[in-house]
C-alpha cells in the first residue's frame, strides 16, 4: 500500500484545512487509516482513525468538536478536516494505514504503511 498526503500550508488561528491521504497498491487489505502529528521536538501524536469498512470514527480529545475525518471508498482516500485550527495543532501530519486488523488504534505501531508528511503551520 502506497500512501500519498496532501493539502497541508500555512493558516491563521481560527482558519481551516483540509488534508487528504490517497491510497493505492493493494487497498482491498486496508482495515483501518489514522492521522498522526509530530511538533517540533516533540513525539509523534495520534489525531484520528477511521474503519475502511463501517466507518467507525477514532479522534483524540484535544482535536473533538474541531477535527473530523472521513473516508471516499471509491476514492480510496481519507480526509482530515481541520476546522477552528490553533498554534497548538502545528505540526507535521502523517497518514497511515493498518492492514493488520490491530486492535489498538492509536498506537503508531498498529499501522503498517505511512505516507510522507505534510506540514500544517498555523499562526496566532
Known amino acids: 500500500v502506497q500512501l500519498q498526503a496532501s493539502g497541508g500550508g500555512m493558516v491563521q488561528a481560527g482558519g481551516s484545512l483540509r488534508l487528504s491521504c490517497a491510497a493505492s497498491?493493494?487497498?482491498?487489505?486496508?482495515?483501518?487509516m489514522g492521522w498522526f502529528r509530530q511538533a517540533p521536538g516533540k513525539e509523534r501524536e495520534f489525531v484520528a482513525a477511521?474503519?475502511?469498512?463501517?466507518?467507525?470514527?477514532y479522534l483524540v480529545d484535544s482535536v473533538k468538536g474541531r477535527f473530523t475525518i472521513s473516508r471516499d471508498n471509491a476514492k480510496n482516500t481519507v480526509y482530515l478536516q481541520m476546522n477552528s485550527l490553533k498554534s497548538e495543532d502545528t505540526a507535521v501530519y502523517y497518514c497511515?494505514?493498518?492492514?493488520?486488523?490491530?486492535?489498538?488504534?492509536?498506537?503508531?505501531?498498529?499501522?503498517?504503511?505511512w505516507g510522507q508528511g505534510t506540514l500544517v503551520t498555523v499562526s496566532s
Open positions: 497511515a494505514a493498518d492492514s493488520s486488523r490491530h486492535s489498538i488504534y492509536s498506537s503508531a505501531s498498529a499501522y503498517d504503511y
Open positions: 497498491g493493494r487497498t482491498f487489505s486496508m482495515y483501518r
Open positions: 477511521i474503519r475502511w469498512s463501517g466507518g467507525t470514527t
